[in-house]
């Protein structure tokens, strides 16, 4: 059974820092992309960071490019989101996701598979 | 940026057909996928690649994706499907897109 377990979400001061984790199992851990997908209060979903099975690729959503750093650790099926200089508007429920590959005649497509349970980051002073 | 657009609410009785679209440029050219969501819960994949159901996911849920338009079809609705529901594709330029979401009542 997939699991997907996060961490580390908590009540911190704009322009602050946070570790996000996510302990995965069930799965073949290295050979699947993972992803980070925010959802503010109230509010839809938003992919935030995407990082492929090795780890030697990353993306980042633009709202968070420069400021957060997706990263994983094969060895332990964790994947991490550091974030840095937090805004108010990071505020959300943070899920990690497993990422599922297509092939299609126009290129590859994604989408998620599992999600996890979603750990809480709010900014606020 | 690519942007992929739902019906803000769509209500049903029990036992009739909810349909929910999603509209985006050339949409039918990629895969869409569907989330539902409860309150206070994850999301849970219930259609992928336009209209394949993943293991455990009832047989009442259906998709297709079509010009500009995705659809999840919901026959025989429960009052269990309620909740929200975000198609998903991807875009070359804009990576992971979500619809705005679509909240679904059984009235």
């Known amino acids: 059974e997939v699991q997907l377990v996060e961490s580390g979400g908590k009540l911190v001061q704009p322009g602050g820092s946070l570790r996000l984790s996510c302990a995965a199992s069930g799965f073949t851990f290295n050979s699947y992309a993972m992803s980070w997908v925010r959802q503010a209060p109230g509010k839809g979903l938003e992919w935030v960071s995407t990082i492929s099975g090795s780890g030697g690729s990353t993306y980042h959503a633009d709202s968070v490019k420069g400021r957060f750093t997706i990263s994983r650790d094969n060895s332990k099926n964790t994947l991490y989101l550091q974030m840095n200089r937090l805004r108010a508007e990071d505020t959300a429920v943070y899920y990690c996701?497993?990422?599922?590959?297509?092939?299609?005649?126009?290129?590859?497509?994604?989408?998620?598979?599992?999600w996890g349970q979603g750990t809480l980051v709010t900014v606020s002073s | 940026s690519y942007e992929l657009t739902q019906p803000p609410s769509v209500s049903v009785s029990p036992g009739q057909t909810a349909s929910i679209t999603c509209s985006g440029h050339?949409?039918?050219?990629?895969?869409a996928s569907w989330y539902q969501q409860k309150p206070g819960q994850s999301p849970v994949l219930v259609i992928y690649q336009d209209n394949k159901r993943p293991s455990g996911i009832p047989e009442r849920f259906s998709g297709s994706n079509s010009g500009n338009t995705a659809t999840l079809t919901i026959s025989g609705t429960q009052a269990m499907d309620e909740g929200d529901y975000y198609c998903q594709a991807w875009d070359s330029s804009t990576a992971y897109v979500f619809g705005t979401g679509t909240k679904v009542t059984v009235l």
């Open positions: 996701a497993k990422v599922v590959v297509a092939a299609t005649i126009s290129g590859s497509q994604y989408h998620f598979d599992y």
């Open positions: 050339k949409l039918g050219e990629k895969y």
